[in-house]
C-alpha cells in the first residue's frame, strides 16, 4: 500500500518519466526533433497537470467527484497537446 507521499512522489515523477522518452530519442535518433521550446511547452502542460490532479486528489473528498474531474483534466490536455501538435481545431497557436 502506498502512503499518500509515495502517491504524490509518483504524479510528479510521472511528467519526468515522459519527457525523458523525446529526450532519448532526441539524443540518438535524427528523426526526433524536438527544440528546447518544445521541451518547455510539454514540461508545463504536464507538471501542470499532474499539479491539478494532485491538488483534486487532496481536497475532494467524494471518490466519483474525483473521478469525473481527473478524467476532464486528463482530457483537456490530450485535447490541448493535439491542438498543439496538428492544429485540429485551427487555432492561431497551433504550429504552421
Same mark, same amino acid.
Given at each position: 500500500?502506498? #502512503?499518500?507521499?509515495?502517491?504524490?512522489?509518483? *504524479?510528479?515523477?510521472?511528467? !519526468?518519466?515522459?519527457?525523458? =522518452?523525446?529526450?532519448?530519442?532526441?539524443?540518438?535518433?535524427?528523426? /526526433?526533433?524536438?527544440?528546447? $521550446?518544445?521541451?518547455? *511547452?510539454?514540461? #508545463?502542460?504536464?507538471?501542470? #497537470?499532474? &499539479?491539478? *490532479?494532485?491538488?483534486?486528489?487532496?481536497? *475532494?473528498?467524494?471518490?466519483?467527484?474525483?473521478?469525473?474531474?481527473? =478524467? %476532464?483534466? !486528463? %482530457? $483537456?490536455? /490530450? !485535447?490541448?497537446?493535439?491542438?498543439?501538435? /496538428?492544429? =485540429?481545431?485551427?487555432?492561431? &497557436? $497551433?504550429?504552421?
Amino acid at each position: 500500500m502506498m #502512503t499518500q507521499k509515495q502517491k504524490t512522489i509518483a *504524479i510528479y515523477a510521472l511528467p !519526468l518519466a515522459l519527457l525523458s =522518452i523525446p529526450l532519448v530519442g532526441n539524443l540518438f535518433s535524427k528523426e /526526433v526533433n524536438w527544440s528546447e $521550446a518544445d521541451f518547455l *511547452i510539454a514540461g #508545463t502542460l504536464l507538471f501542470t #497537470t499532474a &499539479f491539478l *490532479i494532485n491538488m483534486v486528489r487532496n481536497k *475532494i473528498k467524494k471518490q466519483s467527484q474525483r473521478m469525473m474531474i481527473c =478524467i %476532464l483534466i !486528463l %482530457l $483537456a490536455l /490530450v !485535447l490541448i497537446w493535439c491542438e498543439l501538435a /496538428v492544429g =485540429i481545431f485551427g487555432s492561431p &497557436f $497551433a504550429g504552421s
